[in-house]
């Protein structure tokens, strides 16, 4: 039975390799960090979602060791057969009061809330208008949906008002975005959106994944940036990123809409419940955030040290709001060539190019983290320097 389609497998393998698209892991032998252990060596992370640094923060570890003593390890079960512990229900609570909204759903990862927001809430009769950058899972969220599906150019806010203009025939109309575009590491222009929201009877959904706990000033994500506390329908995000990096997600938002997919969501109703050791973390980052901004401090001021120095030494940066820094070289083979030559010197950065980023817009996404220090910083920088010079990038 399985031969032909071995065969068929292979060759399909064959081909992605001799494209170049072929997917190889790093494996790396230490927690996550600004410094890492790959193969023995130490290096320097520029690729990983750790904005805040709390990957491998002792706090979190002993929060979730505590958890794990008091609740166990694990829930076999799902929530609306065998119930929660009390430790979901109040990280459910704190984050509701982080983005100041009415209540929250937890789910095991952002894929599965954005997987589970749109079919239960709107049918053939309404409309989602989508962000054409959005993420995967927002997409496959959306496919899954029997709503009518309108799309938008990235952040372009006449295409959109003339998209919701198409779709004033629908019952309801849905807007949905990414909060941060992870390849531009651009903010989705809220305010704007919020405005047109208003005028053409829509509501609004953003995914705050790459956003929360790192734009705005106290790093509350989009809302904040624009004003826009509680004033969103619906929020989701993931605690895989900013917020410690293990793993769940969630949507929060207009009490009702929780509600709604308590009863209808397929991945909360048919899938396994947040293991407890993670909820008590959880739990603990979140009063962590709400006892200091240093975290955010740190990660703004080292965002802000990157990217001057960067367009300092002449390279061409795009402007970023987040700690998503794209280097441009618009070049395929020269982006993967600096970004091997970046690996020799013990620096991870990632090269993209199309299709991940349109032709022609080839480009090194660096991500900046509250657990770089100066001389992380200066020694990615310098390497940069050296690479760009080397290969006719920078003078
Ligand atoms: C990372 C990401 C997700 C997925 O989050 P997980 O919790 O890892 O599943 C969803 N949406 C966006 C915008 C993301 O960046």
């Known amino acids: 039975m399985y031969t032909n389609f071995q065969e068929y497998l292979k060759k399909e393998l064959a081909q992605i390799e001799a494209d170049g698209l072929y997917k190889n892991e790093r494996i790396i032998e230490s927690p996550q960090g600004a410094e890492i252990l790959v193969k023995g060596k130490k290096c320097l992370n520029f690729c990983a979602n750790n904005y805040l640094g709390l990957g491998n923060n002792p706090e979190l570890i002993a929060a979730a060791k505590k958890g794990m003593d008091e609740r166990g390890f694990g829930m076999a079960s799902v929530r609306f057969i ?84 198409d779709a004033q025939k629908c019952r309801f109309r849905l807007i949905v975005t990414d909060g941060v575009f992870s390849m531009d590491g651009n903010v989705c222009p809220l305010d704007k959106i919020y405005e047109l929201a208003q005028k053409y009877n829509a509501m609004v959904m953003v995914d705050e994944s790459h956003s929360a706990g790192v734009v705005g000033k106290t790093g509350r994500g989009v809302t904040e940036r624009y004003n826009l506390r509680g004033k969103i329908e619906i929020l989701t995000g993931t605690l895989g990123k900013a917020f410690g990096g293990a793993m769940g997600g969630f949507t929060t938002g207009r009490k009702e809409i929780i509600d709604m997919l308590r009863q209808r969501s397929r991945p909360y109703l048919f899938s396994n419940s947040m293991a407890p050791g993670l909820v008590a973390a959880g739990i603990r980052m979140f009063e962590m955030m709400a006892e200091t901004n240093e975290l955010q401090d740190k990660l703004h001021a080292n965002t802000d040290y990157f990217i001057k120095q960067m367009l300092a030494k002449g390279f061409d940066c795009k402007p970023s709001e987040s700690a998503i820094c794209a280097v441009m070289l618009y070049d395929a083979p020269l982006s993967q060539k600096f970004a091997a030559k970046m690996q020799e010197e013990g620096i991870f950065v990632t090269g993209f190019y199309y299709p991940v980023v349109p032709k022609g817009q080839a480009r090194i996404r660096v991500q900046i983290s509250a657990a770089h220090e100066k001389e992380h910083l200066d020694k990615c920088i310098n390497a940069f320097v050296k690479i760009g010079k080397e290969l006719g990038v920078i003078k």
């Open 82 to 165: 065998c119930g929660c512990q009390d430790l979901h229900k109040k990280l459910e609570q704190k984050i509701a009061e982080f983005f100041g909204t009415e209540d929250t759903i937890l789910y095991a990862a952002c894929f599965d809330a954005n997987g589970g927001v749109f079919e239960p809430l709107l049918n053939e009769q309404d409309a989602i208008i989508s962000d054409a950058l959005n993420h995967a899972s927002i997409i496959d969220g959306v496919r899954l949906c029997k709503a009518q599906r309108f799309r938008y150019a990235n952040a372009d806010m006449a295409d959109l008002e003339k998209q919701l203009q």
